[in-house]
């Protein structure tokens, strides 16, 4: 069971799934909320009318949104076009309720008639970015930054918008600033940690991690994302430590103990990796069972059948019909390892009731008669075979074989023709040119 550098880059993506890919733990409401009290000389001015207004209803902007929008509205309904800064109240109070599409209207509004109102570039990106508008996020905040926007905040959503939108380069470097301001912020930690992982500086990612997993010990993401990183670079017994800690604190889950069971198996610690199974089977059932099936496939593989049925005896069927195939096609393997094919047969017959076109299992019972020297029986498996995508490859050289052995020879080229028409090979074309060169003395 080996781990391919390409899977494993994209195990660890899969891993960060919920960690350096997720958004940012933020209320962007709170922040909206936050921003209702103006900056003094930096920003634009109410007329006396509107800030007499704005004072009755800025405490419930927060408490009560609906009930402060009814008012704006309907004080403001017969008056003239609102100053910048109370536009973006009114940006506010929209966002507050739910309304976007009219909180972006007046933010819009607002930053057109006042380009320098810092805030409201803020919230109109925070607006963009609460709706999965990254891309238009992007020069809201670098607008706010270019105003003088230090809070790291700001920083850390213009990193995850940016990298959201591919540009891991600008990305990291807001990410860089935000942790420079709030270097606790897990959020930031993580959005970098998915930037290194994605430009393949693992060094940096490992670093990353350690510290991520040194603060919040409890969270399985990490521990699972270090492992991935270990096993990407080639570090397979380190990988098995860390993973073996993580199962001895009681923190590993399902996917952490489905690795170390892979783990193990790879190594060919049967008695480690059937304990770690066992324990999947007991939290995921679905998932422990297709992990003892494919265990079991491993051992029959590398010759190891004592082991391979003592999993397979604890192995149950599973509560799709996929699961249930996949069991008794692999005890179907053990028993033809085994030589004992009329058991093997009977195997099968139960799978061909589940699935009638399954290729493999006819190419299985076709080996299964062909062991007994059931000929004519074994040929009618391996045509069915034939006559399915899947399974026409090996059916066809099989089928070429059963003919050369009957002195068939022109049939024998017709099969292996076919095989080659699949896929090419130097063995099959070797085989067919002395195929051949009989067909021509038999003429």
């Known amino acids: 069971m080996r781990f391919p550098k390409q899977l494993l880059l994209a195990l660890l993506a899969l891993a960060l799934t919920g960690a350096a890919t997720a958004a940012p733990a933020l209320d962007p409401k709170r922040i909206i909320n936050e921003s209702n009290s103006f900056l003094k000389e930096r920003e634009p001015e109410m007329s006396e009318e509107e800030y007499a207004l704005y004072q009755k209803v800025v405490t419930m902007l927060s408490a009560n949104p609906e009930f402060a929008l009814k008012l704006l509205e309907a004080m403001m309904s017969d008056k003239e076009q609102p100053s910048p800064a109370f536009q973006f109240i009114l940006g506010n109070a929209y966002y507050a309720v739910g309304q976007n599409d009219k909180s972006e209207s007046y933010y819009r509004a607002a930053v057109n008639r006042y380009p320098t109102f810092l805030r409201a570039w803020v919230n109109l990106g925070i607006l963009y970015y609460s709706s999965g508008r990254y891309g238009e996020a992007v020069p809201c905040f670098s607008r706010a ?173 599973g509560s799709d019909d996929q699961s249930r195939i996949d069991l008794l096609q692999t005890k179907a393997d053990l028993l033809a390892a085994q030589r004992k094919w009329p058991e093997e047969r009977h195997e099968l017959e139960e799978l061909l009731k589940l699935a009638p076109l399954d290729g493999r299992a006819l190419i299985s019972l076709g080996r299964a008669y062909g062991g007994d020297e059931d000929t004519p029986r074994a040929t009618l498996a391996f045509e069915a075979a034939y006559r399915i995508e899947n399974s026409a490859y090996i059916a066809s050289l099989e089928l070429a074989n059963i003919e050369l052995k009957n002195r068939h020879y022109s049939k024998c080229v017709e099969y292996l023709q076919k095989a080659l028409s699949i896929e090419r090979t130097d063995a099959v074309q070797d085989f067919l040119t002395r195929v051949k060169t009989m067909v021509v003395k038999d003429s």
């Open 145 to 317: 930054v270019v105003l003088g926007d230090r809070d790291s905040a700001t920083f850390g959503l213009l990193g995850y918008c940016l990298q959201k939108q591919g540009d891991l380069v600008s990305a990291e470097m807001a990410y860089m600033q935000a942790l420079s301001g709030d270097p606790g912020n897990v959020d930031w930690k993580e959005g970098l940690l998915g930037i290194c992982i994605d430009g393949k500086q693992l060094t940096r990612a490992e670093s990353l991690v350690k510290n991520l997993i040194k603060e919040h010990p409890s969270d399985t993401r990490y521990w699972l994302t270090y492992a991935n990183i270990l096993l990407s670079e080639g570090r397979k017994l380190e990988a098995t430590v860390l993973l073996e800690t993580s199962s001895g604190l009681g923190l590993a889950n399902v996917e952490e103990l489905s690795m170390l069971g892979d783990l193990y198996a790879e190594q060919h610690l049967v008695p480690e990796a059937a304990g770690i199974y066992s324990k999947v089977l007991a939290v995921a059932p679905d998932i422990g069972e297709k992990r003892l099936v494919k265990y079991a496939g491993v051992l029959i593989s590398a010759g190891k059948l004592d082991d391979a049925q003592r999993v397979l005896v604890s192995a149950k069927p």
